[in-house]
């Protein structure tokens, strides 16, 4: 018999997540995935789960689950206000139920449980990819999550010693991208000097920054081009997008620079109002430790 977990409150946004659909861009299809690709592996890691297990993405909390078999579950990520505990496994009996409050700092929550969510796959994911509409559907109030059953062997770890996502300014390295001399020596530092702002209107897409715009010194329009997680793309209102998990995969306005790939997971935990600055890097320098 199939395992289930109710959904009686999904909060703001709640998704299945894994890692993604990598290797098919060239047919149209972006990867998608966990955003933030450390906290979910840990997750995965504290109920025994291979890495690969689909486990659900918790948006700025809210979620409220009943369990109607006992499972073992474990978050990580922003730390949620409530009972549970964090960043360690514990059971879920049957009947009882799992309530996350909102989160003091960071914005993303992932809920494991061992086994896995067992929706079904779409082209060989149960990511929901928000930007596409692939997957499965966005989790909502009464929808019954099957669990799987686990394929490795039970968790080692009692509790995970990390910290939680910075709730002040962070700081990540910049990489030049293919177009950042549409915007100059000026441009270029005017990105890795100003102070950025997340927006409200950021999403599992990305972030859309706040501050004063970058100014071309080129103009014309740009073919569509390849997109890859962590672009800063700066569209016409000169205010920078970073992308994050569901990019498109092409896109039609100049690329300034990359957020160092492990950086990426930092950004997804950054909540609307929050400071966002960026450091210039060279390629030697770009795996150096940043705030």
Do not use: K
Not at 227 to 245: H, T
């Amino acid at each position: 018999m199939t395992r289930l977990l109710t959904v009686l409150a999904p909060g703001p946004l709640t998704t299945v997540q894994d890692l993604g659909r990598p290797g098919q861009a060239a047919l149209g299809i972006g990867r998608s995935g966990v955003c933030d690709r450390s906290s979910a592996a840990l997750a995965n890691r504290l109920v025994g789960n291979p890495p690969d297990a689909a486990l659900l993405e918790v948006t700025f909390g809210g979620l409220v689950l009943r369990a109607e078999d006992d499972v073992l579950l474990a978050t990580a990520g922003a730390r949620c206000a409530g009972p549970f505990p964090h960043a360690a496994p514990a059971p879920l009996r049957r009947g009882q139920e799992l309530r996350l409050g909102v989160p003091a700092t960071g914005l993303r929550t992932y809920v494991a449980v061992r086994g896995g969510i067992a929706v079904p796959p779409v082209l060989g994911s149960r990511s929901t990819d928000v930007l596409a509409g692939l997957g499965p559907d966005v989790v909502a109030a009464g929808h019954q999550l099957p669990v799987g059953e686990p394929t490795a062997p039970p968790p080692t770890l009692d509790v995970a010693p990390v910290a939680d996502p910075p709730g002040d300014d962070v700081t990540v390295p910049v990489l030049p991208g293919p177009r950042a001399d549409w915007f100059g020596e000026a441009g270029w530092a005017a990105l890795a000097t100003r102070p950025w702002t997340v927006t409200s209107e950021s999403n599992r897409v990305g972030l859309r920054l706040d501050g004063e715009p970058l100014q071309r010194v080129r103009e014309g329009e740009l073919p569509s081009e390849g997109m890859v997680r962590g672009a800063l793309q700066v569209p016409p209102s000169g205010l920078p997008v970073l992308f994050l998990a569901d990019h498109p995969v092409t896109g039609g306005y100049p690329v300034i620079g990359y957020v160092v790939d492990a950086d990426v997971d930092r950004c997804a935990q950054l909540r609307p109002g929050q400071p966002l600055r960026f450091r210039a890097s060279s390629r030697l320098d770009a795996g150096a430790p940043s705030r």
